[in-house]
């Protein structure tokens, strides 16, 4: 009998414990909704777009008044757990700057549809699906859309570079590089112990997106890009703040002694993960790399202006 009991306390803790990890998964797979504080400042449109099944909420802002059209445009991609409104700290400076801009919620986040099991293919998708419903406006030259993306934005927008993401141009602020940094950041992100979480945790993410996380490692993004890079001439602009305590620095040095050829990068000095822009470097180096980049096509501003 004592043998019996001590076999079922076994099993109950073994439950237990079992229940706890996966409750621990699902909950660090699924982002916390952060409501819509601000709006823009300048005007702008609410829009909508699909992306794979659910649906998306954006602002779309035009250029300013003495802008002609086609106008050039900046797509803004945030970050885990944040949303559009996070990311306005970036627009006026670009739209002062002669660009139409546009951000949205990637799906789980801000007012979009909810997924069952997001992860960074979540913010890859959304914002293909965010360029091909841009690439369709009247207003916007095709030929001349950058993005900046922040955090897990930026490794969003460089696993769509992998999956051939026609722009002009692409910036990444405080981008994660490796796999094992973003499950630190999140496990300390909820106070959740490493060991063995950091372990254990991410075979549940996988199981639950129908992928393998050892198929994931052998893909890194940062060799992807180099795959991707050999074909084209995206012109690309990693910054990372030296004070950044959540994704620290050494994620761009990381990613600087892999990438080949070598990007263009900047060190910012600002005292987080969401604040780099507050360095006046940022700009002065942002601002010039989208007026070389992300232009109209002479082109087409002649065949607007003979109309």
């Known amino acids: 009998m004592k043998t019996r009991t001590m076999v079922g306390g076994m099993i ?13 998964a699902v909950n660090s797979q699924t982002p916390k909704k ?13 829009v909508t777009f699909d992306s794979g099944g659910g649906r998306v909420h954006g602002w779309f802002i035009p250029a300013a008044a003495h802008v002609p059209k086609p106008w050039p445009l900046v797509i803004i991609a945030h970050g885990w757990g944040s949303n559009r409104s996070r990311v306005l700290r970036y627009a006026r400076p670009i739209w002062e700057a002669g660009y139409a801009l546009f951000m949205y919620d990637v799906r789980s986040h801000g007012e979009s549809d909810a997924v069952r099991a997001a992860s960074a293919y979540l913010f890859r998708d ?14 916007i030259d095709p030929e001349a859309i950058g993005v900046l993306g922040h955090s897990l934005g ?18 990444t602020d405080s981008m994660p590089s490796q796999f094992e940094v973003i499950v630190s950041s999140e496990l300390r992100r909820r106070r959740l112990p490493l060991f063995p979480l950091a372990q254990l945790i991410p075979r549940i993410w996988f199981w639950r997106l129908g992928e393998s996380l050892k198929s994931y490692r052998q893909r890194e993004p940062v060799m992807l890009l180099n ?10 602009l990693m910054v990372h703040s030296k004070g950044d305590n959540f994704i620290p620095p050494s ?19 600002s005292g987080g993960h969401s604040c780099s822009e507050e360095d006046p470097a ?26």
């Open 154 to 171: 930026g490794l969003g927008t460089i696993l769509a570079v992998t999956e051939n993401l026609p722009v002009s141009a692409v910036i």
């Open 12 to 24: 109950a803790f073994a439950a237990l414990t079992a229940g706890g990890l996966w409750k621990a």
């Open 227 to 236: 795959e991707r890079r050999k074909g084209m001439q995206l012109p690309l």
């Open 251 to 269: 994620e761009l040095e990381y990613f600087m002694t892999k990438a080949d050829p070598p990007v263009e990068h900047l060190w910012v000095n």
């Open 126 to 139: 959304d914002l293909l699906s965010a360029l091909k419903y841009m690439s369709t406006r009247p207003e």
């Open 34 to 46: 952060i409501p819509i504080t601000l709006t823009p400042p300048m005007p702008f449109e609410d």
């Open 282 to 307: 940022f700009w002065e180096t942002v601002i010039p790399f989208l007026q070389k980049h992300v232009q109209v096509q002479e082109q087409t501003q002649a065949a607007a202006s003979d109309d």
